[in-house]
């Protein structure tokens, strides 16, 4: 199964917005999978952000609440995360997951998209 592919990441200044996407095929909803993205600040230990279960229903960190939004189209099997008013304190390497739906830790790792949110 190849693992999920992160893309959207990118250099945008403070109040502006990026749109992330994941491509999780190899773990579609359908077969059990449910899909988190999480993010690991410099200095930082990586931090679930936002999670989706296979009945569309969101958990998000309080950090990101009101600001992020976390969708996932069955279809194609592909995870967005719509982050708004980004702040310098988003500056992370951002990562998709997934997890079977029974499980509390993420299983399978992407490689990271990069966002830098500038003053």
């Known amino acids: 199964q190849a693992p999920p592919v992160e893309s959207g990441g990118g250099s945008v200044q403070a109040g502006g917005s990026l749109r992330l996407s994941c491509s999780a095929s190899?773990?579609?909803?359908?077969?059990?999978?449910?899909h988190g993205w999480l993010r690991q600040r410099p200095g930082y230990e990586r931090e679930e952000v936002a999670d989706i279960d296979n009945r569309q229903r969101p958990t998000y960190a309080n950090s990101v609440k009101g600001r992020f939004t976390i969708s996932k189209d069955y279809v194609k099997n592909i995870v967005y995360l719509q982050m708004n008013n980004l702040k310098p304190e988003d500056t992370a390497m951002y990562y998709c997951a997934a997890r079977r739906c029974g499980d509390t830790t993420y299983s399978r790792w992407g490689q990271g998209t990069k966002v830098t949110v500038s003053p």
């Open positions: 190899g773990y579609p909803s359908n077969w059990g999978y449910c």
